[in-house]
């Protein structure tokens, strides 16, 4: 075989090795978190939509349902809190004061899992921020991350450092 033939085929080998590997390396960076919501009482289903809001919003983190678990999501009569322990380790609490408030459910839920993935509270009371929180009005029912929360998720997941303080109760009031 002639070298030229033998230089083409080598550069066709490894693209089409490069083709079939790359997803692979792609999909290696997912992080998988695994969530409990066993004890969310009549918060279950909400837990579970606002996982799926998050892994449509996010590229490099899922959540599953499924334990052992990273985060655990509990119901009590008090105020929404995170406790965040580690990157997408920590404990969830769906406090029905807020609910009872008049605070949407699903972006209660998909607020506290963002601070388990890395995100602060950042009270600028736009309805259009999720971690927002309680500064946005009673009336927002926005439970979608915007772009710049998706993106430092997608940041804190391919080894950024993440902003939020962890081993302290976050308590959005």
Not at 53 to 82: E, M
Request: charged share 15%; glycine share 8%; with cysteine.
């Amino acid at each position: 075989m002639s070298r030229p033939l033998r230089l083409i085929l080598s550069v066709a080998l490894t693209l089409a090795f490069l083709l079939v590997t790359a997803p692979a390396q792609a999909a290696a960076l997912i992080t998988v978190l695994r969530y409990d919501p066993s004890r969310a009482a009549e918060f279950v289903a909400t837990v579970n939509q606002a996982a799926q809001v998050w892994n449509s919003s996010v590229t490099n983190v899922r959540l599953v349902q499924g334990t052992p678990a990273h985060f655990v999501v509990l119901a009590d009569n008090g105020w929404p809190r995170a406790l965040p322990t580690s990157l997408g380790r920590g404990t969830v609490w769906m406090g029905r004061q807020a609910v009872n408030q008049g605070y949407n459910p699903l972006r209660i839920a998909t607020h506290e899992i963002g601070h388990i993935l890395g995100l602060p509270d950042r009270r600028t009371g736009r309805c259009t921020d999720l971690m927002s929180g309680s500064s946005a009005p009673v009336s927002c029912t926005n439970a979608n991350p915007s772009a710049a929360e998706r993106a430092e998720v997608n940041g804190n997941f391919a080894g950024g450092a993440a902003q939020v303080e962890f081993g302290k109760l976050h308590v959005d009031r």
